[in-house]
Each structure stands twice: as C-alpha cells, then as structure tokens.
C-alpha cells in the first residue's frame, strides 16, 4: 500500500528547532517529487518546500533560509529540519508525493507544530 | 505577488450544479502550467481530486470535472451531494516563485 506517515511534531518555544519526519511505503521517495505543504489553524493551505527526484531544492519566501528539505533514501524517509521557528510557522505539516501525471497524489496525515512561549 | 484567486465560498441545493473558479497570471496558468484541484474535508488530508486542468484519478466520480481558459481555470460538480460539503483548493506552478502555489481556497456549502 502506497502510504505516508509524518511525525516530529510538537510544542516549541520561539525560536526553537523541529525535524519533521515523512516515512512512505509502497513507493521510493527519490522516484517521484515530494513536497511539505502546511495549513495553519482556520486557514488555507500553503507551500513550503519541494525536493526533485533529481535532487534540486526550493523554499516558499516565508521559510526561506530557516527550514531544510531533505531525504534518505535508504530509510525512504523526506525530512523538514524547522529552524529559528516564529508564531505564524503555527500548522499543521503534511508531507505529499508528486504524481507523474501532476498533481499531489498521496498526502500523509500530517504532524502539528504549534510554536509557543 | 503571485496568487491564485478563489471565491472564499460557494453553495448549491442537492443535485444543482456549482462551479469553483480559480484565477491566476501569466507566471502560472497564463504561463501554460497546470492546475490541480484538491478536496479536503475537516480534519482530514486534501485529496487529489482533478490533476492537469480536466483529469480526475481512478475513483473520482465524473460529476466532478475541470477546464481552463487563459488565466483561469474552474472546477465544476454536477449532481450536489452531501458528502461534497467540503473545502476546495486550485493549485499551479509559478515561475517567479519558482515554486508550487496554492489558490486560497473555497469552502463548498450543500444546502
């Protein structure tokens, strides 16, 4: 079974550290895209990172700098190492895979990250 | 700033038919990349329901369906039913990001 499971989420304080973790099955992470996409409470979804089957990296503005996308291959796991974390990165984080034919077509359930003093 | 623009909500009587509108630039659906429409319901994951402007994945009903034209791209459901009550997102590439971009998302009402 095709399949996502993020974890990694938590209460930190501002300012704070998370590695977010993606473990998928059925499937090769470095085969397909993959990307975060995060929704904050109440609100819509919003972009964060993406990671090429070949390797290549890009970042929404707003986390630009502070978060990194990253994959292992041998534990066919995606990560997103969450740094300098401010109130509004306040979400919850899903994991997606990219289709070939477009499209996210698998999603995790998510893992919350709730940024508070 | 790149955006893609989504009526905040929509509604429709069981089996009347809705349209959800999604309208970009010319750095993303004017540019010729295609749009994905998603489905979430509450508490749950999106799920991808439309992909390449008018495909739907195995599963999909075909009461819902996709089209584009110029910078815009809209997603229709014939035959409301209940369980369509959900959120709705358009979502597209952009050149100037360079990155992924998700319409604001539209909230569906079955009356």
């Known amino acids: 079974e095709v399949q996502l499971v993020e974890s990694g989420g938590g209460l930190v304080q501002p300012g704070g550290s998370l590695r977010l973790s993606c473990a998928a099955s059925?499937?090769?992470?470095?085969?397909?895209?993959m990307t975060w996409v995060r929704q904050a409470p109440g609100k819509g979804l919003e972009w964060v990172s993406i990671?090429?089957?070949?390797?290549?990296?890009y970042y929404a503005d707003s986390v630009k700098g502070r978060f990194t996308i990253s994959r292992d291959n041998s534990k066919n796991t995606l990560y997103l190492q969450v740094n300098s974390l401010r109130g509004e990165d306040t979400a919850v984080y899903y994991c997606?895979?990219?289709?070939?034919?477009?499209?996210?077509?698998?999603w995790g359930q998510g893992t919350t990250v709730t940024v508070s003093s | 700033q790149s955006v893609l623009t989504q009526p905040p909500s929509v509604s429709g009587a069981p089996g009347q038919r809705v349209t959800i509108s999604c309208t970009g630039s010319?750095?993303?659906?004017?540019?010729?990349?295609?749009v994905h429409w998603y489905q979430q319901s509450p508490g749950t994951a999106p799920k991808l329901l439309i992909y390449?402007?008018?495909n739907r994945p195995s599963g999909v009903p075909d009461r819902f369906s996709g089209s584009k034209s110029g910078t815009s791209a809209s997603l229709a459901i014939t035959g409301l039913q209940a369980e369509d009550e959900a959120d709705y997102y358009c979502?597209?590439?952009?050149?100037?990001?360079?990155?992924?971009?998700f319409g604001g998302g539209t909230k569906l009402t079955v009356l």
């Open positions: 997606a895979r990219g289709a070939d034919a477009g499209g996210m077509d698998v």
């Open positions: 059925g499937f090769s992470v470095s085969d397909n895209y």
């Open positions: 990671i090429y089957s070949g390797g290549g990296t």
């Open positions: 010319s750095s993303n659906i004017g540019a010729g990349y295609d």
């Open positions: 390449g402007y008018s």
């Open positions: 979502q597209s590439y952009d050149s100037s990001l360079s990155g992924v971009l």
